[in-house]
């Protein structure tokens, strides 16, 4: 980036002198080159000099503390700039997760329809990795952009794996369709933009069918639902609750991919390693994901809805076991 720009932002940034204060100068330089780089690649339209000047500066509260995470030895995994190194941790909450309330709503209990999976299984059973990666099962990594849609990308990842499994058809399908039909108004518990659940999701699916992504093409936007009809293409003809421990779920993800839903409110800045940055007392559902294989040490292997210039390629190592709440509400398909 330009050098006269950079030198006007760090003039204009020492002459504000709170953060001159409280600022190491080399690392402002250090910051605002990072910056200048990130923008390259993120370009953003400000409506005003103020919150192009706010932009920058929560992007440098980012930078401190990404290097703070990275600088910790004890950390399993890395932090970096992606498209929410701009965002407060609030907004990012706010905008790209659900509520909790919206993420399990209308689930059925684990009792209610828990199948045997997992409790008749035994480790001897289960590979001891697995990633449908490699079996050409998955679909490429998709991005929600600023819509809380991350459940109906969680769902078509299911359908469209498991379709592949059952009919060797590897075809993606329209995440529009579900935000735009899957509505109170239609007689299901989903929100569009603001949050939903891949249990409706499959129950829309297997009764309405199932749009390939060219025909009703994603926009990110809340919309009216442009599906008539009861034949609209795939169809899952039975969906279950996986067990809620890690038999279960590592049990399932021998037979397909599973939805999961996680705790995702630090997980904004992941680049690498294991996450594992939940507080295990206060777990609350705000984010759905793919969950596509677990490898050899039990981390899990998830597949994000945030673009393939995020993560590991779009993907992310969970630690094992419950961690971020992932045994809390699997939903697989099963026929
Ligand atoms: C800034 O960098 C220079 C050169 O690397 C170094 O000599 C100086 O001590 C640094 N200043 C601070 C405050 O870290
Ligand atoms: C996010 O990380 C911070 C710092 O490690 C931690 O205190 C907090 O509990 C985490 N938030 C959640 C929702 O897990
Ligand atoms: C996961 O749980 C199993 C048994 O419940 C335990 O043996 C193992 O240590 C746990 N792994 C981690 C990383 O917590």
New binding site residues.
């Given amino acids: 980036m330009n050098n006269k720009i950079i030198l006007a932002s760090l003039i204009a940034l020492l002459l504000s002198s709170s953060l001159a204060q409280q600022t190491n100068p080399n690392h402002t330089l250090e910051a605002l080159t990072a910056y200048n780089q990130w923008r390259n690649h993120n370009p953003r339209v400000f409506i005003n000099e103020a919150e192009k000047q706010y932009r920058q500066s929560v992007f440098l509260e980012n930078f401190q503390k990404i290097k703070e995470h990275n600088s910790n030895s004890a950390n399993t995994y890395q932090q970096g700039f992606n498209q929410f190194s701009d965002m407060t941790q609030e907004e990012f909450v706010q905008k790209i997760l659900m509520s909790n309330s919206q993420a399990q709503s209308s689930q059925p209990s684990s009792q209610s329809s828990s199948n045997n999976l997992g409790l008749t299984a035994s480790t001897s059973t289960i590979a001891t990795s697995i990633d449908w990666r490699a079996k050409g099962a998955v679909t490429p990594v998709k991005n929600q952009g600023n819509c809380g849609s991350c459940w109906a990308f969680s769902s078509t990842g299911s359908m469209e794996s498991f379709n592949y499994i059952k009919n060797n058809v590897l075809q993606s399908f329209s995440e529009q369709q579900l935000v735009d039909c899957v509505t109170t108004s239609n007689g299901y518990y989903s929100y569009g933009c603001n949050g939903g659940s891949y249990y409706q999701a499959f129950l829309y699916a297997s009764r309405v069918g199932m749009k390939s992504e060219s025909a009703y093409p994603y926009t990110a936007i809340w919309g009216s639902c442009k599906v008539s009809g009861t034949s609209n293409g795939y169809k899952p003809v039975s969906f279950v609750s996986v067990g809620q421990n ?1 038999l279960a779920l590592q049990t399932a993800l021998n037979a397909s991919p599973v939805s999961v839903a996680i705790d995702a409110t630090n997980l904004s800045l992941y680049t690498s390693g294991v996450y594992n940055g939940c507080n295990p007392q206060y777990i609350n559902l705000n984010h759905a994901v793919l969950a596509v294989g677990y490898d050899a040490q ?1 981390n899990w292997i998830i597949k994000n809805s945030w673009g393939a210039s995020w993560g590991q390629q779009g993907y992310f190592l969970l ?3 419950n961690t971020c709440g992932i045994l809390d509400n699997p939903q697989q398909i099963t026929a």
Avoid: C, D, L, V
Wanted: charged share 0%.
């Fill in positions: 890690t039990g630690a094992p076991n």
